[in-house]
């Protein structure tokens, strides 16, 4: 079994998609090891995006995840990161398939709902930061 770490994003909170996002991921088979609801500064934006902070979409992007109140989460399963990076879809919502959170929820390449950590070492790196006791 491996861990990932999700967030669902400021618009995900405000859109109120929260119960409708969890559910696929509970429906699917994964469980939940962590879950809170949090509020961050740029700081933490910046520790979490640690390979985006040089890039242009980067200012917008820090900007949109301390927007608000996001639910970070740590679900665990069988292949978790990669089963959990198919559900939320390709990064644009434009492009990402139907059936997909991002295919059925999301018209945006930036407000794209969720993310999922991208490999088994992001993982562990990001739970560390969002969740230094687990
Ligand atoms: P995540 O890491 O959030 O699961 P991802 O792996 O699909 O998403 P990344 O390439 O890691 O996408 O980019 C991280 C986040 O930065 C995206 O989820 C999106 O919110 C934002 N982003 C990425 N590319 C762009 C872009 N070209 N324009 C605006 N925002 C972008």
Do not use: M
Not at 6 to 33: M, T, W
Not at 68 to 82: K, M, N
Not at 107 to 114: G, I
């Amino acid at each position: 079994s491996q861990r990932t770490l999700v967030l669902f994003k400021p618009d995900a909170v405000r859109r109120g998609l929260v119960g409708n996002i969890l559910s696929r991921f509970e429906s699917k088979g994964l469980g939940i090891v962590a879950l809170e609801l949090r509020t961050i500064d740029g700081t933490k934006a910046d520790e979490h995006y640690a390979e985006h902070v040089e890039r242009d979409f980067y200012p917008p992007l820090r900007e949109f995840v301390t927007s608000g109140p996001l639910v970070a989460c740590v679900l665990e399963g069988d292949e978790a990161v990669e089963v959990v990076r198919a559900i939320n879809g390709a990064t644009d919502g434009r492009k990402a398939a139907p059936g997909t959170i991002r295919g059925d929820l999301s018209l945006s390449n930036r407000e794209n709902l969720v993310h999922g950590s991208d490999s088994p070492e992001s993982a562990e790196r990001e739970i560390k930061i969002w969740f230094p006791g687990l």
